[in-house]
Nanobody, 115 residues
Framework: QVQLVESGGGLVQDGGSLRLSCAAS????????MGWVRQAPGKQRELVAS???????NYADSVKGRFTISRDNGKNTVILQMNSLKPEDTAVYFC?????????WGQGTHVTVSS
C-alpha cells in the first residue's frame, strides 16, 4: 500500500505562484510514476503533470512553461511548482502514484486563482 498526503494549496491572485507537495509513505519502492491530476467544478479530471522513476516528465499543454514537477527521492516527495497562475487553473489538485499494487490517490488540495 502507498499513502499520499498533499499540501500547499490556497488562494492566489492571477499571475501568482503556488507550490504543491505530495508526500508518499508505505510501499514506496514500488512506485514507478507520480503525478498531479486536477478537477475543476463541472469538468472532468485532467492530468496536469507526471514524473517517472527515470526522471522523465510529462505535462498537459495548458500548463507547459508555467508548471514544473520534480521529485525529491530522499524525502519521498513530489513537488508541483505552479507559476503564472490563471483563473482557469482553479481546481482541486490530486496527487497520484502508480505502484505494483495499482494506483494510490491523495485527498486533494484546493487551488483558487482570483482574477
Amino acid at each position: 500500500q502507498v499513502q499520499l498526503v498533499e499540501s500547499g494549496g490556497g488562494l492566489v491572485q492571477d499571475g501568482g505562484s503556488l507550490r504543491l507537495s505530495c508526500a508518499a509513505s508505505g510501499s514506496i519502492s514500488g512506485i514507478n510514476v507520480m503525478g498531479w491530476v486536477r478537477q475543476a467544478p463541472g469538468k472532468q479530471r485532467e492530468l496536469v503533470a507526471s514524473i517517472y522513476s527515470s526522471g522523465d516528465t510529462n505535462y498537459a499543454d495548458s500548463v507547459k512553461g508555467r508548471f514544473t514537477i520534480s521529485r525529491d527521492n530522499g524525502k519521498n516527495t513530489v513537488i508541483l511548482q505552479m507559476n503564472s497562475l490563471k483563473p482557469e487553473d482553479t481546481a482541486v489538485y490530486f496527487c497520484n502514484a502508480h505502484y505494483l499494487g495499482g494506483w494510490a490517490w491523495g485527498q486533494g488540495t484546493h487551488v483558487t486563482v482570483s482574477s
